[in-house]
């Protein structure tokens, strides 16, 4: 337990009403969850307001509030912190009630539109074959050295990042790669953290829903840069137009990476084949078990950040050739006839035209190309006319189909989606997911390809509300089999 007035030295605070002696056992900001001894936080979000639940979490037992407004009526034995801005201040306090973990670990994160769920994935992969204990934060799952934890968003929230990291900490864990959501910096998620890298990888075009403009959302991936400490470093990709627009204004020691231009960290594609790719980094040759443009990228940041965090450069390249793809991403499901279904998490037009670019370097004459994508509901729409402009661009037939329509109707995102082609254009239109892989299984010939792109990793379909069960790679499996042929 703790004490607010422990606390609260922590961040800026406007007022105080009540006991500032008053401990704490457990800090949260969703009133259905507190508990006798809790600090409530009545945190305004884009959904609703928590100043809406303080005496819902009152009445549950919350020994203490935290809120930019203090409620009409205030409970004699509950202390009121009245603050500018309770999102900073949740995370002040929640990185002082769990002691700083961030300081006790070299945490790593990255930040960019693509790649930053295979990078920080195979940071711990390398670093784990190093022999350290790791933490992961990724889109795909958490961990702590070898303990599994679901994830629930790409960068959860401040108190649950402390705590988690004091997990790691107490579990020996030496080293904490983390993905940093767009949403997370402006959101104050990351605040109070203590950064000993910070990478970027690339920014396109993605989640105008909720950054309104490219322009913000470009500052928003700046912040991050803005507000690393010193002694850390910032790794750059130099060949995205802007990567220097990262580190104007940054305090740390600035690296760069690039395949087309001279750079701190260099890589080169030598060869491809269909298992993989042969690399030159730094003048080194290495085969590594991924293919694409994009993943030489991933790889080259792995590396710089590796030597960057002190690893052997030898032992790093080493291990990177045994590392394998993160789930769902170009992830090859096959079936026995030699017919081949690539599982992407590819949801954004940079993303799908990369993706496609791959497999065009990997197809053979005559083989058919099934790209079936689409687009989630209650995000951006203006990328749904791309993204089927790109489908319809690479592939021998396109199917449009549903991501996660959430709270839209599915035929409405497809007539999005239509919009941007053109009479012509050779592709299908289904709604039912499942129902598009197994016409998009049904057409394909023996040795054909079938790129099922948008969910990747992600074993559910959101509509409205309700999380359904619904996995690309089993779809894909049983449409295999049930359409085997000879």
Request: hydrophobic content about 40%; aromatic content about 8%; charged content about 25%.
């Amino acid at each position: 337990m703790k004490q607010i007035q422990e606390l609260i030295k922590a961040t800026q605070v406007l007022r105080v009403e009540g006991n500032s002696d008053t401990r704490v056992s457990r800090l949260a900001y969703d009133s259905r969850r507190i508990a006798p001894g809790d600090c409530f936080f009545a945190v305004s979000g884009t959904q609703s307001d928590g100043h809406a639940y303080i005496d819902a979490a009152v009445t549950a037992g919350a020994a203490a509030v935290v809120c930019q407004r203090l409620p009409e009526h205030l409970a004699p034995s509950v202390c009121y912190v009245v603050v500018a801005d309770t999102n900073a201040a949740m995370a002040d306090m929640a990185a002082a009630f769990y002691g700083d973990p961030s300081r006790q670990l070299k945490l790593v994160g990255i930040t960019g539109t693509n790649g930053k769920t295979t990078t920080v994935t195979l940071l711990y992969d390398l670093f784990r074959g190093l022999g350290y204990k790791v933490g992961l934060i990724s889109t795909v799952v958490y961990r702590i050295d070898t303990e599994r934890i679901e994830s629930t968003h790409t960068t959860p929230d401040a108190i649950r990042l402390n705590e988690m990291m004091a997990r790691m900490v107490e579990a020996g864990c030496e080293y904490c790669f983390m993905e940093v959501s767009s949403h997370a910096i402006v959101q104050e998620r990351i605040r109070g953290l203590h950064f000993t890298g910070g990478i970027f990888s690339n920014i396109t075009h993605d989640h105008l829903d909720y950054h309104k403009t490219f322009a913000e959302y470009i500052r928003a991936k700046k912040l991050f840069f803005d507000n690393l400490p010193k002694e850390a470093f910032a790794l750059i990709n130099i060949d995205d137009r802007n990567g220097r627009v990262m580190v104007q204004n940054t305090r740390a020691t600035v690296k760069t990476l690039s395949l087309q231009s001279m750079a701190d960290f260099r890589c080169k594609i030598l060869e491809t084949h269909p298992d993989g790719m042969e690399l030159r980094i730094d003048g080194r040759e290495v085969w590594v078990h991924f293919l694409g443009r994009f993943n030489a990228y991933n790889l080259l940041c792995v590396y710089a950040a590796a030597l960057l965090l002190g690893a052997d450069r030898e032992e790093v390249l080493q291990i990177m050739s045994t590392l394998h793809p993160v789930s769902g991403r170009f992830e090859f499901v096959r079936a026995a006839d030699g017919t081949t279904a690539i599982v992407d998490y590819a949801h954004t037009p940079d993303a799908l035209e990369k993706v496609l670019q791959t497999v065009e370097e990997i197809r053979r004459p005559g083989q058919q190309l099934f790209v079936l994508c689409g687009c989630g509901g209650d995000r951006d729409k203006t990328k749904r006319p791309e993204m089927a402009q790109i489908a319809v661009k690479y592939a021998t037939t396109a199917i449009l189909t549903s991501d996660n329509p959430r709270h839209e109707d599915p035929d409405a995102i497809l007539d999005d989606m239509v919009a941007g082609l053109a009479p012509g254009d050779r592709y299908l239109r289904i709604a039912d997911r499942a129902e598009a892989i197994r016409t998009a299984a049904m057409l394909a010939k023996p040795g054909d390809i079938l790129l099922l792109a948008g969910k990747g990793h992600e074993t559910y379909q959101i509509v409205g509300d309700v999380k359904n069960h619904f996995d690309d790679k089993e779809e894909a499996l049983r449409a295999f089999a049930l359409y085997a042929k000879n």
